[in-house]
């Protein structure tokens, strides 16, 4: 089955902890999203990139790393400088980041952090 | 920047009662919508989208949207719910310039017996 998978779905932090969240997909898609989903707040952008080896900053990058070596994988890292790092993360896929692209995202189904 | 509102943050409804959920968006040239639910401690799965051609889109589980250029709008709406529907809604917009999704706040509905 073609999807996005995320690993781990429940993952537990210390304080000053680098830790690192999986993404990958078997769409063949192109451009691979980031967003942290706060209760009440909606989905925030944190990274994305539109082709391997290449990513840029979203909205709330501070505190953030990623990578994107393969087509299929794009990590996130969420560095001991996050100063509230405790949320619900979700990844994300589509076709192409291209201007023309009517393109849908496509969601995996999320890994909740939290830093004790 | 592109804005989504979604001015309901929560919705109760009895069960096969009509509902619906409000979006607008700020005005772009040019703009994609989606709908899109969230069942707790799930990702996101896509309901319905407006990229084209009619305005009133229908979806899966029996859900349809109407864009409303006008009024920037793109209202959701069910003309009789299930309990199966309580779950979370978000509203999306992407400009036409990159594939940036922009995501309202989200709106719970809550299906009452």
């Known amino acids: 089955d073609g999807g996005i998978t995320q690993s781990p779905k429940y993952l537990f932090r210390k304080e000053g902890q680098n830790v690192t969240l999986s993404c990958e997909q078997n769409l063949n898609h192109d451009a691979m999203y980031w967003y942290r989903q706060d209760p009440g707040q909606g989905l925030r952008l944190i990274y994305y990139s539109q082709i391997v080896n290449d990513f840029q900053k979203g909205d709330i990058a501070e505190g953030y790393s990623v990578s994107r070596e393969k087509k299929e994988s794009f990590p996130l890292t969420v560095t001991s400088a996050q100063k509230n790092p405790t949320a619900f993360y979700l990844c994300a896929s589509s076709t192409s980041a291209l201007a023309a692209s009517t393109d849908t995202q496509y969601f995996g189904p999320g890994t909740r952090l939290t830093v004790l | 920047a592109q804005s989504v509102t979604q001015l309901d943050s929560q919705v109760p409804v009895f069960e096969e009662a009509p509902v619906e959920l409000r979006c607008n968006y700020s005005?772009?040239?040019?703009?994609?919508l989606f709908w899109y639910v969230q069942y707790p401690n799930q990702g996101l799965q896509l309901l319905l989208k407006y990229l084209s051609g009619s305005t009133l889109v229908k979806g899966i589980n029996g859900f349809e949207a109407e864009f409303n250029k006008s009024q920037t709008s793109f209202h959701l709406r069910k003309p009789s719910v299930h309990i199966s529907d309580t779950a979370e809604y978000f509203c999306a917009v992407r400009t036409g310039n990159f594939n940036k999704f922009y995501f309202g706040s989200g709106t719970k509905l809550n299906v009452k017996p």
């Open positions: 005005s772009s040239v040019s703009v994609y």
